[in-house]
């Protein structure tokens, strides 16, 4: 079967660290991928992995470990309009994208 | 135009009515792909399309159908609504269908269907 796993809302304070996890359990694995949307619009691309470990891209940093289907997004500095839904999605052995249901982030001031 | 744009912004449509929602890329994506998306749920494929002229069955493909004429556009119709079909439907398009390349997406579609 196919599953992501990731919190359905988180609250953080502006200035502070963040840490939005995700779990997959999927027939096959091609990648992980991290989008932002902010309600009402579009998701956009945050961050793709193929390979064990972190990527660090300015503010927002995404890890990942093939062998434990973890992966988790890490926002430093935050501010205020960080505030939005975080998806995770896993690229499957069809190289189709498998979404969790988004994780809604409030930064509170 | 510049990326991925779609047609109506909304609509709301009674029950049995045909419906096609449009899409067009102006980045010269090889592959387009429609999704829906539900309150609580993930974004779920419908239909994607890896080059003009192949269409493929996604997730939730039931009561829609698409087509793929060029490579531009990739339209997606219901033929006969249903209210569980009120969602929000976003297109979007990559590179390269069967990659981990980025997908860009379309504004959205907001239907209800009553």
């Known amino acids: 079967g196919q599953n992501i796993d990731q919190p359905t809302e988180m609250t953080a304070t502006e200035g502070a660290i963040v840490q939005i996890n995700c779990t997959y359990q999927?027939?096959?694995?091609?990648?992980l991928f991290w989008y932002q949307q902010h309600a009402g619009e579009a998701p956009t691309f945050l961050s793709y992995?193929?390979l064990d470990g972190l990527e660090e891209k300015g503010r927002f940093s995404s890890f990942l470990s093939r062998s434990k289907g973890y992966s988790y997004l890490l926002l430093k500095e935050l501010q205020m309009k960080d505030s939005a839904s975080y998806l995770c999605?896993?690229?499957?052995?069809?190289?189709?994208?498998?979404w969790g249901a988004g994780t809604k982030l409030i930064i509170k001031p | 135009i510049a990326g991925i744009t779609q047609a109506p912004t909304s609509q709301i449509l009674a029950a049995g009515r045909r419906m096609t929602l449009r899409c067009t890329q102006d980045?010269?994506?090889?592959?387009m792909y429609w999704y829906r998306q539900d309150l609580g749920l993930g974004l779920r494929l419908i239909h994607y399309s890896n080059t003009a002229g192949t269409t493929g069955k996604g997730e939730v493909p039931d009561g829609y159908s698409v087509s793929r004429a060029n490579t531009d556009d990739f339209p997606l119709t219901l033929a006969s609504a249903v209210p569980s079909q009120t969602s929000v439907y976003f297109c979007?398009?990559?590179?390269?269908?069967?990659?981990?390349?980025?997908?860009?997406f379309g504004p959205g579609t907001r239907l209800t269907v009553l």
């Open positions: 999605a896993d690229l499957d052995s069809n190289y189709q994208l498998i």
């Open positions: 999927t027939s096959g694995f091609n990648g």
């Open positions: 992995n193929v």
């Open positions: 979007a398009s990559s590179t390269l269908g069967g990659s981990g390349n980025e997908q860009f």
């Open positions: 980045m010269r994506h090889n592959a």
